[in-house]
């Protein structure tokens, strides 16, 4: 599923044909005014005057995570290549001005929904004509243009493992309670009293709740 936008721009700088390619283009925005504040907001006010430029996200200094163009429809972010890649922008005044942890975090988040919607690989591909993701400096297209971007300080190895890394567990058994410990017993001497029952019925919240009682006991 794509990532959930924490806004929703609208840009009339579109294909209204889907991308017929496995490929995602990474951009950096570059205004040319180092630490720009206005960068972010800029480059949305760009994409929504027509005839200009559009890509599929635009990501702020502070991970802000702006859609632009759905992901069924092409964007205009690269001349040939808007047929066969999605686009996302990264906000970045100069070069020199590198990108924020807090980008990387919502890069990855963005190009995980590609990769679970699209099938697209956690790849650095090198060119928009194989599957994976690709620096716009990287496409024939962009070196036809002199593109520079996302630049050398974008850390291509940091960004594809990100793809790859789990996220970590979230602990589905809630933290046990006195509440949760008594209605544990209730229903551990329930199935013991009924002289059938096995206590591996008992629920994991439940049993969660009864190692709790045994470890408080012996003072753990
Ligand atoms: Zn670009």
Known sequence: MAATPDLIVHSPNVNDRPVNGVTVIIH?????????PTEFEGTLNYMKQAGTASSHW???????KARVVEDNRQAWHAGADNDNAWGIEVCQGVESDGFTDLQYDALRDVCRGYMADFGIPAIHCRTSFQPG???????????SFGKSDPGALFDWNRFIDSLMTEEPEVPTVPQPTLQGALVAM???????????????????????????VVETAEGK
């Open 186 to 212: 209730a229903n551990a001497g329930a199935i013991m009293a009924s002289g059938t029952g096995n206590l591996l019925n008992l629920s994991d919240e439940d049993k969660a709740a009864l190692r709790w």
């Open 58 to 64: 635009v990501i702020g200094p502070e991970g802000q």
């Open 28 to 36: 950096a925005t570059r205004s040319g005014k180092s630490m720009n």
């Open 133 to 143: 993701f690709v620096g716009h400096q990287e496409t024939d297209q962009g070196k």
